[in-house]
C-alpha cells in the first residue's frame, strides 16, 4: 500500500491551470522530495495533499483512503511550514498538545506525547517557554514537535529549513533525516535547494510549470536524467551544455576540436542536439583554445570558468589550483562515456 | 566622523525638545482646568489660572456705617469697621475714586470739618468727627488688598455631594458597559468572518461595513428613537444598549477585521491541520492574538459613551432612575452655563474612570503579541 497516491491530479487558480495533471505514488515510509525553481507548483502541491488547497480534479489518496474533499484534520496529516506558524501566545508545551487538545484527548495522554516528543527532538528545558524566547533552529524544532505529537500518517514539509542560517540548516537537515529513521513515518518534503533533495531523499520529484519532470532516487537522477531540464537542476555546479550535430555518425561539436561518435541510434543524421558534460567528467590538458575567464579556488577543488571557441560557457572542477583572475587558455578532456545527449528543441534525452 | 556623530546627537535634541513643547502645548490646557477646579468662582472670574500662585491685588471699596453706628466716645463721635474681607492684607487705602491708593495703611485722612478718618494695617478703620454723624449711606473707603494664593477643595465636594450623582454614577456604569462589551462580541465574530472565511460577496460586505463609518449618528437618532417606541422598547437601557452597538460597530468590524487580516496565514493554517474547528480557531487563536485591537477598541468605545450625552438624552429618560452622570453635571452647571468651577471639576471627576480603564489597558496596546510566530516577528 503507498503512503499517498496522486491520480491526475490538477489544480486551477480562476482561469490558470497551475498544476497540470500529476501522477505520483509515495510509498509509506519513504523520504519523498518536492524540489524545482520556484513558482513550479511544488508547494501548492504538497497544500493541496494537506487539504490547505481545494483539488480541482482527480484523487487523493493516503494509505488508501480517498481523501480529496477530507478536511485537513481528517486526513491524517501534519504541516511543518516554513514560517514555523508557532501559536506565539502559547507555551511550547501547549504549541505541539494543541492538535490532541482540539481532538479531545485526555489530558494526561497528551502530557505523555509532548514529553515524548520534546525528548526526541531535544526541548525538555524549553517545555515552558514562548516562542518570542526561542531562536529560530529552536522554534522550527518546536513547529516540528508538533507535527510529532500528532501522530499522523504523512509529515509535510514546507521549505522547513530556508529560514535558518547555513549552519543550523546542515544541523536540522541530519536532524529531520534522523527522525525520519526512527518514526519510519511517510515523509513529504519540498524544498528548492537541491543539497537537501540530494542528502535526504528515498526519491525525488522533480516538477516544472505544474508537471512532474521525472521522479527517481537522487542518484539516479544524477546518473541518469531524463531530459535536459533534470540534467541542468540536478547537479552543482549545473551541467555544462553544447551545442552540436550528428554528422556522418559522429557528433561534431563547434566547441571542441574533436568528435564523438554517434553510440546511440537516436542520434539521426543531421539532427541538432546539446552535449551534457558534469563539470567533474572534464579534465583540463596542458594547452588549448579554451579561455579561463575565472576560477574559484575552494581548496580541495577548483571550479574553472571556461569559455570555448565556440562562445559558450562550460565550468570544470579541477583539484588543481588556478589563478582566481583567469587568464591564459587551457585544453580539455573527457571520456565520451561521459556525455549525455538531449534534443535541442525538446530537451528529452537521446539514449 | 566626528561631524556626523555630532549632527546625530544635536538632532535628537532638537527632536528631544520639538517633543517635549508639543506635550508641553498639548498638557497646558488640562493643567489649567485641573488648577481652576481648585479656585473658587470670584478667583476665576478675576484672574486667570496661571496667576493663582502669587498673591493677587485688588482694588475695590467698602461702605462706612452710617450714622446708626456711630457711638460716642469723650468728645469724639466714632463710627469703626472693618474695611478688608478676611484673609487679605492692606496695602494702600483712599477716599475718592480719582486717587483710591492715596494713604498707606495707619495714616489718617482729613475728610473736612474736623472729621478724620484711618485705616490701620488690619484693615480695620476709624473714623471720628467732633459733631455727630448724619448720613443715612455709609461714605466709601477705597481700599487695595493682596490676597495670598488660596485653593479650595470645595468645588470637589459640591460636585460629589450633589444629589443623585452616585446615582448617576452607576447609571453612566450601567450603559457604559455593556455598550462597550456587546460591540466587540459582535465585530468580534463579524471581523473574523470578513477576515478570514470565504464566502460570496464578502468584499462587497466590506465595503458596505466601511461605507457606514461614514453615516452621522446624529440623523439616525430620531428614526432610531421612533423604531424603538414602535417596537415597544421606549426609552431605557436595552436601547441605549442596542444604539451605541449600532453606532459603535462600524468602526469595530473596519478595525478588527483590518488587524485580524495583518495575522500570519500559516498560524491559522496550522491551527487547521491541527483540526481546529472555525469557531475552535476563532476562540483559541484569533481571539487572544487580536488582544490589542480588542483593546484599543474598547478604550475608544468606553471613553465615547462614557462622554455621550447626546444618545443618552435621547434614548434614556429624565428620571433619577436614568439620568446619566453627563446630564447630571450638565444640570449642575447652571441653566446659563456659567459656573466655570462646576464644569471644570466634573470634568476632572468625570476623566477619572476612563483614566483608569486606559491604564489597565495601555500595556496591551504597546506590547506586540505577536512575537515570536513567524520569522521575524
Redesign the interface.
Known amino acids: 500500500m503507498s503512503g499517498v497516491q496522486l491520480n491526475r491530479v490538477t489544480k486551477d487558480f480562476g482561469p490558470v491551470r497551475v498544476i497540470h495533471g500529476v501522477d505520483l505514488a509515495v510509498e509509506q515510509g519513504e523520504f519523498c522530495v518536492f524540489v524545482g525553481p520556484s513558482g513550479c507548483g511544488k508547494s501548492t502541491l504538497l497544500r493541496m495533499i494537506a487539504g490547505l488547497e481545494e483539488t480541482t480534479g482527480g484523487q487523493i489518496l493516503i494509505e488508501g483512503q480517498d481523501v480529496t474533499d477530507a478536511e485537513p484534520a481528517d486526513r491524517g496529516v501534519a504541516m511543518v511550514f516554513q514560517t514555523y506558524a508557532l501559536y506565539p501566545h502559547m507555551t511550547v508545551a501547549q504549541n505541539m498538545g494543541f492538535g490532541l487538545k482540539m481532538n479531545g484527548h485526555p489530558k494526561a495522554e497528551i502530557a505523555a506525547k509532548v514529553a515524548e516528543a520534546a525528548r526526541i527532538l531535544k526541548l525538555e528545558p524549553l517545555l515552558d517557554r514562548k516562542p518570542a524566547a526561542l531562536s529560530g533552529g529552536q522554534r522550527q524544532r518546536v513547529a516540528i514537535g508538533r507535527a510529532i505529537v500528532r501522530g499522523p500518517k504523512v509529515f509535510l514539509f514546507d521549505e522547513p529549513l530556508s529560514n535558518l542560517d547555513a549552519e543550523l540548516r546542515v544541523e536540522m537537515r541530519a536532524e529531520i533525516a534522523r527522525l525520519h529513521r526512527e518514526l519510519g513515518a511517510t515523509m513529504i518534503y519540498v524544498t528548492h535547494d537541491q543539497v537537501e533533495a540530494m542528502t535526504m531523499a528515498d526519491k525525488i520529484v522533480v516538477l516544472r510549470a505544474g508537471r512532474i519532470e521525472q521522479v527517481g532516487a537522487p542518484m539516479d537522477l544524477y546518473d541518469d536524467p531524463d531530459n535536459r531540464f533534470v540534467a541542468g537542476f540536478i547537479g552543482s555546479p549545473a551541467m555544462n551544455f553544447v551545442k552540436a550535430r550528428v554528422q556522418g555518425g559522429q557528433v561534431v561539436s563547434p566547441a571542441f576540436a574533436a568528435t564523438l561518435p554517434a553510440a546511440s541510434p537516436a542520434l539521426t543524421e543531421g539532427r541538432t542536439v546539446e552535449i551534457g558534460l558534469r563539470p567533474d567528467a572534464l579534465r583540463l590538458s596542458g594547452d588549448g583554445p579554451f579561455q579561463v575567464e575565472l576560477a574559484e579556488n575552494l581548496g580541495g577543488t577548483t571550479f574553472a570558468h571556461l569559455r570555448a571557441p565556440s562562445g559558450e560557457k562550460l565550468i570544470v572542477q579541477t583539484g588543481q589550483r588556478l589563478d582566481p583572475a583567469g587568464g591564459g587558455s587551457l585544453g580539455l578532456s573527457f571520456d565520451p562515456a561521459d556525455a549525455f545527449f538531449f534534443d535541442a528543441e525538446t530537451g528529452q534525452r537521446l539514449r | 566622523m566626528e561631524g556626523m556623530a555630532g549632527q546625530k546627537s544635536s538632532l535628537t535634541w532638537a527632536v528631544n525638545i520639538a517633543a517635549f513643547l508639543l506635550v508641553l502645548l498639548w498638557t497646558i490646557p488640562t493643567l489649567g482646568l485641573f488648577v481652576s477646579s481648585f479656585r473658587d468662582r470670584d478667583q476665576i472670574a478675576q484672574s486667570g489660572w496661571w496667576q493663582s500662585f502669587s498673591a493677587s491685588e485688588q482694588t475695590g471699596f467698602v461702605r462706612s456705617g452710617t450714622a446708626a453706628d456711630q457711638v460716642q466716645d469723650g468728645p469724639l463721635y466714632v463710627i469703626e469697621g472693618q474695611a478688608t474681607p478676611e484673609g487679605q492684607r492692606l496695602i494702600a487705602w483712599g477716599t475718592s475714586p480719582r486717587n483710591p491708593a492715596q494713604y498707606r495703611p495707619g495714616e489718617t485722612a482729613d475728610l473736612g470739618d474736623g472729621a478724620t478718618l484711618s485705616v490701620a494695617e488690619d484693615g480695620s478703620y476709624r473714623m471720628t468727627s467732633p459733631q455727630p454723624f448724619e448720613m443715612t449711606r455709609g461714605d466709601r473707603i477705597f481700599v487695595t488688598t493682596s490676597a495670598p494664593p488660596s485653593f479650595t477643595t470645595q468645588n470637589y465636594r459640591r460636585v460629589l455631594t450633589a444629589e443623585g450623582l452616585g446615582r448617576a454614577f452607576m447609571n453612566t456604569m450601567t450603559v457604559t458597559i455593556p455598550a462597550t462589551v456587546i460591540p466587540i462580541l459582535i465585530a468580534a465574530f463579524a471581523a473574523y468572518a470578513l477576515a478570514w472565511m470565504q464566502f460570496p460577496g464578502r468584499a462587497l460586505l466590506t465595503a458596505a461595513v466601511v461605507g457606514l463609518l461614514v453615516v452621522p449618528l446624529q440623523v439616525a437618532l430620531i428614526p432610531l428613537l421612533r423604531l424603538h417606541n414602535e417596537i415597544g422598547l421606549g426609552k431605557g437601557y436595552l436601547g441605549i444598549w442596542l444604539a451605541h452597538t449600532g453606532f459603535g460597530l462600524p468602526l469595530a468590524i473596519y478595525l478588527l477585521r483590518n488587524y485580524m487580516v495583518g495575522l500570519?496565514r500559516?498560524?491559522i493554517?496550522?491551527?487547521?491541520?491541527?483540526?481546529?474547528?472555525e469557531f475552535?480557531i476563532f476562540r483559541?487563536?484569533i481571539l487572544?492574538?487580536s488582544f490589542p485591537a480588542l483593546a484599543s477598541f474598547a478604550i475608544f468605545q468606553f471613553l465615547w459613551v462614557w462622554n455621550d450625552l447626546l444618545v443618552a438624552t435621547v434614548f434614556l429618560g429624565n428620571t433619577r432612575e436614568q439620568l446619566v452622570m453627563t446630564g447630571l453635571l450638565r444640570e449642575l452647571m447652571g441653566s446659563r452655563g456659567g459656573e466655570w468651577e462646576i464644569l471644570a471639576t466634573s470634568a476632572f471627576i468625570s476623566i477619572a474612570v476612563p483614566l483608569l480603564v486606559f491604564f489597565a489597558m495601555q500595556k496591551y496596546l504597546v506590547r506586540g503579541?505577536?512575537?515570536?510566530?513567524?520569522?521575524g516577528?
Open positions: 500570519p500559516e498560524v493554517e496550522s491551527a487547521r491541520v491541527d483540526g481546529a474547528t475552535q483559541r487563536i487572544p492574538l503579541l505577536l512575537a515570536g510566530s513567524v520569522k516577528g
